[in-house]
């Protein structure tokens, strides 16, 4: 908007102040705008005026909050662990396994650093393969193979391939689309005289059928990265990537990768983007990340380092994943922020209490008493590993660990806020005073980032008092509560944080689910949702756990999306979550929805988003019949009638599976509203109803 006259400028304003009562913050924004907009900027008796909007706004603003309680406007995030194959073989789309020959018996008794390769010789050829480790790439990486080629067979009458070589089928095929880009590298020293020629092919299991095909010529006897790009000339989901030297020498090889050339947000060293898309779909305010139990590590030996998972992959220290096979790191902590800011989510990074966890060594069968914690003389490193990360994150360019995060590609800080400390850990002296020292270093040194402390892994009990006190005691100003139960739980106690005192530590409710992915589990969580928006003055964040979970390679049952190499199945508490995440509000109305408060199976929320003014009203029945719930908007203007609505409703025992995904899913519709309506909640349902108003 423009004005021609500067002397009406005082008119203008007047009808932005009547307006402010409106739209506050919106408002403000437009009045500055109104003066940039008009080249002034510095009149006196303008910023009188602009002081006096601002004074009327900040009226109204607290006017409206008396009918409106602020509530977190991070209340719904995602927890991020690499369980079930989540990062590996899940949403890092790296194509190749054990792509740097690191995996060994320590994570699964079979394996060894040829596992998922294959050696072959086609053509009469005649050669060997050894696994080396006296001049890695990097310490961190030590495995590579070495490949002797003796002899390559071009026998009479054999017109097929010839050579020495590795073939790799992936995480059980890998996935290509006819016409599809491939980035594919590989580190070669070579040594022998000659350089050797790689002939680098995606093909069908059998070998028949060869879907891309490039050479690769080494060119130096020192370590040195071979690149090259294929197009798939058919689609299939179980092809394998083979590395065949053709001609005769000695060849060290490393870190063989293949990457779809489309990731989500293009991204090198990315994510599939279907999976990706799913979450950032859901726009969740955070995401916390690596973990779960892979944080804290079976053994101090195991504990999740942020350091050793930055910088190129060839340098990353690949580990033994907790739940039971090998994290490259890949996905590593540059990835987890990069895709937090693609996706407009904040970044929040759990960190060891210095102990690893209390279950390390399987000792959960005997009580969970496997917690160790570092030695008190490598302290001083451990917590400065801590201030490093805040560095890295926000530090600038010229800071020796902000320039690290710039070299990698992101010169501007990731705006990091949160930093969790622990998860769920045993509250035992060591890991108190550990505590103690890192989340007072935290303090000291960055007073602008919020930590979160740890309450053990259940609702109650002695870690979750002890966890509580010590993070009051300790003036923490959040602290991550865990727990995983039946469904009748989520509804006998959803007024648990009612009573939650106002002047401590408030909750991050960091990993809760039902057992179970049926339609009744879920709508028990929406139950329970509605009651942390009603309590959002107290309770901060909230993730469901875990996230992602791939068919045939979980470890735990309850989980929010499936997938497999090709598909996606998104759980019925997917689409409960989802419609949370995208239905926040920064204000909670008490009141607007009557139900029948003495029935626990029914419950409902009334949240705006004071950002684009939308009125958002969750209804949910967790009953086997349909429920009438009375709607009052009387207390808001200016409601748009024609309203969005989202319903997710069904069988409580539905579930959706690879074969029917769709049988549960959330189904928008427009709905007309007016300043009082009754709805008929359906049996077992949850109703989203999005009401605009005008500015
Ligand atoms: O979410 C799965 C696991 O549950 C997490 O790793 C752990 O923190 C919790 O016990």
């Given at each position: 908007?423009?004005?021609?006259?500067?002397?009406?400028?005082?008119?203008?304003?007047?009808?932005?102040?009547?307006?402010?009562?409106?739209?506050?913050?919106?408002?403000?924004?437009?009045?500055?705008?109104?003066?940039?907009?008009?080249?002034?900027?510095?009149?006196?008796?303008?910023?009188?005026?602009?002081?006096?909007?601002?004074?009327?706004?900040?009226?109204?603003?607290?006017?409206?909050?008396?009918?409106?309680?602020?509530?977190?406007?991070?209340?719904?995030?995602?927890?991020?662990?690499?369980?079930?194959?989540?990062?590996?073989?899940?949403?890092?789309?790296?194509?190749v396994?054990?792509r740097?020959f690191?995996?060994?018996?320590?994570?699964?008794?079979?394996?060894?650093?040829?596992?998922?390769w294959e050696y072959f010789s086609p053509?009469?050829?005649?050669?060997?393969i050894?696994?080396?480790?006296?001049?890695?790439?990097?310490?961190?990486?030590?495995?590579?193979i070495?490949l002797?080629i003796?002899?390559?067979?071009?026998?009479?009458?054999?017109?097929?391939a010839?050579g020495v070589g590795i073939k790799n089928?992936?995480?059980?095929?890998?996935?290509?689309?006819?016409?599809?880009?491939?980035?594919f590298s590989l580190f070669a020293?070579?040594?022998?005289?000659?350089?050797i020629i790689i002939s680098v092919s995606l093909q069908?299991?059998?070998?028949?059928?060869?879907?891309?095909e490039n050479t690769i010529?080494t060119?130096?006897?020192?370590?040195?990265?071979y690149?090259s790009?294929?197009?798939?000339?058919?689609?299939?989901?179980?092809?394998s990537l083979v590395i065949l030297a053709t001609?005769?020498?000695?060849l060290?090889v490393d870190v063989i990768s293949l990457?779809?050339?489309?990731?989500?947000?293009?991204?090198?060293?990315?994510?599939?983007?279907?999976?990706?898309?799913?979450?950032?779909?859901?726009?969740?305010?955070?995401?916390?990340?690596?973990?779960?139990?892979?944080?804290?590590?079976?053994?101090?030996?195991?504990?999740?380092?942020?350091?050793?998972?930055?910088?190129?992959?060839?340098?990353?220290?690949?580990?033994?994943?907790?739940?039971?096979?090998?994290?490259?790191?890949?996905?590593?902590?540059?990835?987890?922020?990069?895709?937090?800011?693609?996706?407009?989510?904040?970044?929040?990074?759990?960190?060891?209490?210095?102990?690893?966890?209390?279950?390390?060594?399987?000792?959960?069968?005997?009580?969970?008493?496997?917690?160790?914690?570092?030695?008190?003389?490598?302290?001083?490193?451990?917590?400065?590993?801590?201030?490093?990360?805040?560095?890295?994150?926000?530090?600038?360019?010229?800071?020796?660990?902000?320039?690290?995060?710039?070299?990698?590609?992101?010169?501007?800080?990731?705006?990091?806020?949160?930093?969790?400390?622990?998860?769920?850990?045993?509250?035992?002296?060591?890991?108190?005073?550990?505590?103690?020292?890192?989340?007072?270093?935290?303090?000291?040194?960055?007073?602008?980032?919020?930590?979160?402390?740890?309450?053990?892994?259940?609702?109650?009990?002695?870690?979750?008092?002890?966890?509580?006190?010590?993070?009051?005691?300790?003036?923490?100003?959040?602290?991550?509560?865990?727990?995983?139960?039946?469904?009748?739980?989520?509804?006998?106690?959803?007024?648990?944080?009612?009573?939650?005192?106002?002047?401590?530590?408030?909750?991050?409710?960091?990993?809760?689910?039902?057992?179970?992915?049926?339609?009744?589990?879920?709508?028990?969580?929406?139950?329970?949702?509605?009651?942390?928006?009603?309590?959002?003055?107290?309770?901060?964040?909230?993730?469901?756990?875990?996230?992602?979970?791939?068919?045939?390679?979980?470890?735990?049952?309850?989980?929010?999306?499936?997938?497999?190499?090709?598909?996606?199945?998104?759980?019925?508490?997917?689409?409960?979550?989802?419609?949370?995440?995208?239905?926040?509000?920064?204000?909670?109305?008490?009141?607007?929805?009557?139900?029948?408060?003495?029935?626990?199976?029914?419950?409902?929320?009334?949240?705006?988003?004071?950002?684009?003014?939308?009125?958002?009203?969750?209804?949910?029945?967790?009953?086997?019949?349909?429920?009438?719930?009375?709607?009052?908007?009387?207390?808001?203007?200016?409601?748009?009638?024609?309203?969005?609505?989202?319903?997710?409703?069904?069988?409580?025992?539905?579930?959706?599976?690879?074969?029917?995904?769709?049988?549960?899913?959330?189904?928008?519709?427009?709905?007309?509203?007016?300043?009082?309506?009754?709805?008929?909640?359906?049996?077992?349902?949850?109703?989203?109803?999005?009401?605009?108003?005008?500015?």
């Amino acid at each position: 908007m423009t004005i021609s006259n500067p002397s009406e400028i005082k008119n203008d304003i007047q009808k932005y102040i009547l307006i402010c009562n409106d739209r506050e913050i919106y408002k403000m924004k437009k009045i500055k705008e109104l003066f940039v907009d008009n080249g002034v900027h510095n009149s006196p008796e303008v910023f009188i005026l602009v002081g006096l909007c601002l004074f009327i706004s900040a009226t109204a603003i607290a006017q409206k909050t008396q009918l409106g309680k602020k509530i977190s406007s991070d209340l719904f995030g995602l927890f991020f662990e690499d369980i079930n194959y989540a990062a590996d073989g899940g949403l890092y789309a790296e194509l190749v396994q054990n792509r740097s020959f690191e995996y060994n018996p320590t994570e699964q008794k079979e394996w060894n650093p040829l596992s998922f390769w294959e050696y072959f010789s086609p053509g009469y050829s005649i050669g060997r393969i050894s696994v080396e480790t006296t001049s890695p790439i990097h310490i961190n990486n030590p495995h590579y193979i070495v490949l002797d080629i003796e002899h390559v067979g071009h026998e009479v009458n054999y017109t097929g391939a010839a050579g020495v070589g590795i073939k790799n089928i992936g995480f059980g095929g890998m996935v290509i689309k006819a016409g599809e880009k491939f980035n594919f590298s590989l580190f070669a020293r070579q040594l022998s005289k000659e350089p050797i020629i790689i002939s680098v092919s995606l093909q069908s299991p059998s070998g028949k059928i060869k879907y891309a095909e490039n050479t690769i010529s080494t060119s130096s006897k020192q370590w040195k990265k071979y690149t090259s790009t294929f197009t798939a000339s058919e689609s299939s989901d179980s092809a394998s990537l083979v590395i065949l030297a053709t001609t005769k020498g000695k060849l060290a090889v490393d870190v063989i990768s293949l990457f779809p050339e489309k990731t989500f947000k293009n991204r090198s060293n990315g994510l599939r983007v279907d999976l990706a898309q799913m979450l950032a779909d859901m726009k969740p305010k955070f995401i916390r990340f690596p973990g779960g139990c892979l944080a804290h590590g079976d053994g101090l030996g195991n504990m999740y380092r942020w350091k050793n998972t930055i910088g190129p992959i060839e340098r990353r220290k690949e580990q033994r994943n907790l739940w039971g096979y090998n994290q490259t790191a890949g996905l590593g902590y540059y990835e987890f922020f990069q895709f937090c800011e693609d996706i407009g989510a904040k970044p929040l990074p759990v960190l060891p209490a210095a102990v690893c966890c209390q279950n390390s060594g399987g000792t959960w069968r005997i009580g969970g008493t496997g917690q160790k914690a570092l030695p008190m003389n490598e302290m001083k490193d451990y917590v400065q590993e801590v201030l490093d990360l805040i560095e890295w994150a926000n530090g600038s360019a010229a800071s020796p660990w902000g320039a690290k995060r710039a070299a990698a590609g992101h010169p501007k800080p990731f705006n990091l806020q949160y930093i969790g400390i622990g998860n769920e850990d045993k509250i035992t002296p060591e890991f108190e005073e550990r505590f103690k020292m890192i989340s007072k270093a935290v303090k000291m040194k960055h007073p602008e980032i919020i930590v979160i402390g740890t309450a053990g892994p259940f609702h109650s009990g002695e870690d979750f008092n002890k966890g509580w006190k010590l993070s009051n005691d300790l003036k923490i100003p959040i602290v991550d509560e865990h727990y995983y139960t039946n469904p009748e739980w989520f509804l006998s106690n959803q007024h648990r944080y009612d009573t939650y005192p106002r002047n401590a530590a408030k909750v991050y409710l960091g990993e809760y689910a039902s057992w179970g992915n049926k339609l009744w589990n879920a709508i028990a969580e929406a139950v329970y949702m509605t009651s942390l928006e009603r309590n959002g003055d107290v309770v901060a964040l909230t993730s469901y756990a875990p996230l992602l979970a791939k068919k045939g390679f979980t470890q735990w049952k309850t989980d929010m999306i499936f997938f497999d190499n090709n598909s996606i199945c998104p759980t019925p508490n997917y689409y409960v979550q989802k419609m949370f995440s995208t239905n926040q509000g920064d204000l909670y109305f008490d009141n607007v929805i009557a139900k029948n408060d003495k029935d626990s199976t029914q419950a409902a929320s009334c949240v705006q988003d004071s950002k684009t003014g939308d009125i958002i009203l969750k209804l949910v029945n967790a009953g086997k019949q349909p429920a009438p719930m009375n709607v009052s908007m009387a207390g808001f203007e200016n409601i748009i009638e024609d309203a969005e609505r989202t319903v997710i409703t069904g069988n409580a025992d539905a579930e959706n599976t690879f074969e029917n995904p769709k049988n549960v899913v959330s189904v928008k519709s427009t709905f007309k509203v007016s300043s009082k309506f009754e709805y008929e909640t359906p049996a077992m349902s949850l109703t989203v109803i999005r009401i605009k108003t005008k500015k």
